[in-house]
């Protein structure tokens, strides 16, 4: 069975709350967070954190896929963050949209040049549905800042974007066929439109992380206000009163190839 058909129906195993993932992050488009909670693929948006399920995981140890993340990261490759995103069909106030942004903002390890998000389209992917959006060559800038997009229809927590970027900037829009991967670096400016079709648009994405890489403290950089942001998260989650920022990292984040030097 291909990985996107497998997915498709653990998926909706989860949605039907038929299995339980340790530490699974369950997330709902803002549009509906307050409605009540159906058990199906309607209500969630984003699977967030499967590396504690070992099916789902098996995505980021595909020699398929590792092969061009060594390209990045050398031999010893770290998983750091998986996702399946469920793009619902947007309720009309444009909240499906994911903000232009850089996914380095969202990481405290270093160097950027290390890390790679492998991205594969589970079905179709195009601008009716809401594809990835990128402008290309922004991956040999810098880290800018990002905060919450003023967007009148609300936006999802954690949906940072930048706060200012070139609207005349060149874009390319990222249409792909059901399996088809891209691999990006988290400097890239990108993000993702608004879902205008009655599907659900789903992705998995890694990003991967060369074990090597070393941690940074985010205190007084453009990064603070999102480390603060998920400390907060965090510690709810676990019950902890004080995580910090790298720790979060540290906990979800597996090793898949090589030997775990650092992170
Ligand atoms: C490179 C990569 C990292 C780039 C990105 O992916 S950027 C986005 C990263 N962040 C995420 O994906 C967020 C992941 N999701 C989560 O952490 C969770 O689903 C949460 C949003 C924190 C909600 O979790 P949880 O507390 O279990 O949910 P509850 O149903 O109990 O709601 C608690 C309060 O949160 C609200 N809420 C739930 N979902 C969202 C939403 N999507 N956007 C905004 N607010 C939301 C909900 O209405 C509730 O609010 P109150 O009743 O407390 O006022
Ligand atoms: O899948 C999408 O719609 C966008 C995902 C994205 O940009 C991200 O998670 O960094």
New binding site residues.
Partial sequence: MCICTFFRQEFERICRQEVKVPGLLVMRDVAIAKSEFVPDERAVSKLQDFQENPELFRYCALPQILKYVECFTGPNIMAMHT?L?N?PPDAGKKTSR?PM?Q?LHYFPFRPSDHIV?A?TAMEKVNRQN?C?VVLPGTHKGTLQEHDYPDWEGGVNKMYHGLRDYDPNHPRMYVEMEKGDTVFFHPLLI???GMNQTQGFRK?I?CHYASSDCYYIDVKGTTQENIGNEVQEIAGKKYGINEVAFKDTWAFRGRLVQGERTSL
Avoid: E, V
């Fill in positions: 996702m995103i793009k994911h942004h996914d998000c991205w809401g990835l990108h993000g993702s992705a994405s």
